[in-house]
């Protein structure tokens, strides 16, 4: 299975921007980059997703490396209900199963 | 639009008997996929049904565990003769396609197995 690694913790300050990365070297060319956020006690909640461009969107940016073989979560201005687990997902097999990795624990300083 | 919906959010087993988890995936979305996180880990992948069909179910244990989604009704997932290696919170997610979009996760189901 393609896997993803993610540093274990990240803090960031609130108001600032927050530069979450995600190594995943055995991408393959059929393999997309998704990226999900999950709260305590909740399910994940979808954050951004990428082939090989880069994305925006109203919550997020996704930079995605020339090679693929690395990502990076932009959130421009981190708030305090940005605190959460981040995973870096990649969806193998045509997008049919999800390969969560570890995740990303971000802290968000007052 | 309601939500991916699950029930019960939390359940109580003895070891030996059988747990039943429901979803009801987003209204319009034929796809469900069913996932199980341990604690304090990330979510794994479990099986990915379409309406009264199997497509994948490479991430379920071989003996105990069936999942199904009828074509009225929820999607069930299934756990005969439990024990606590099944303690676990079991998420469902719906999608309207197939392929790599937007999965809609519910709010899970926390298994405890006594």
């Known amino acids: 299975d393609a896997k993803t690694t993610q540093p274990n913790s990240m803090e960031s300050n609130e108001e600032e921007p927050v530069h979450l990365p995600c190594n995943h070297s055995?991408?393959?060319?059929?393999?997309?980059i998704h990226w999900y956020r999950q709260l305590p006690s909740q399910g994940p909640e979808y954050v951004i997703h990428?082939?090989?461009s880069n994305v925006n969107n109203r919550m997020a940016s996704l930079a995605i490396a020339e090679d693929r073989k690395s990502s990076t979560l932009i959130l421009h201005r981190a708030t305090l209900r940005d605190a959460a687990v981040y995973y870096c997902?990649?969806?193998?097999?045509?997008?049919?199963?999800?390969?969560f990795g570890p995740g990303t624990r971000l802290s968000v300083l007052p | 639009n309601a939500g991916v919906m699950q029930n019960p959010r939390h359940l109580v087993r003895r070891r030996g008997q059988e747990a039943r988890l429901r979803c009801s995936p987003m209204?319009?979305?034929?796809?469900v996929y069913w996932y199980r996180q341990l604690p304090e880990e990330g979510l794994k992948f479990m099986v990915y049904?379409?309406?009264?069909?199997?497509?994948?179910e490479s991430g379920m244990p071989k003996e105990r565990f069936s999942a199904e989604f009828p074509k009225e009704g929820p999607s069930i997932l299934r756990i005969q003769q439990v024990v606590r290696g099944d303690s676990a919170a079991y998420f469902c997610?719906?999608?309207?396609?197939?392929?790599?979009?937007?999965?809609?996760f519910g709010p899970g189901t926390r298994l405890t197995v006594t």
């Open positions: 209204k319009g979305h034929s796809h």
């Open positions: 997610a719906s999608s309207p396609f197939a392929g790599p979009y937007e999965q809609y």
């Open positions: 997902i990649l969806s193998v097999n045509y997008g049919q199963n999800f390969v």
């Open positions: 049904l379409q309406k009264e069909n199997i497509i994948d």
């Open positions: 055995t991408i393959s060319g059929t393999d997309y």
């Open positions: 990428g082939l090989t």
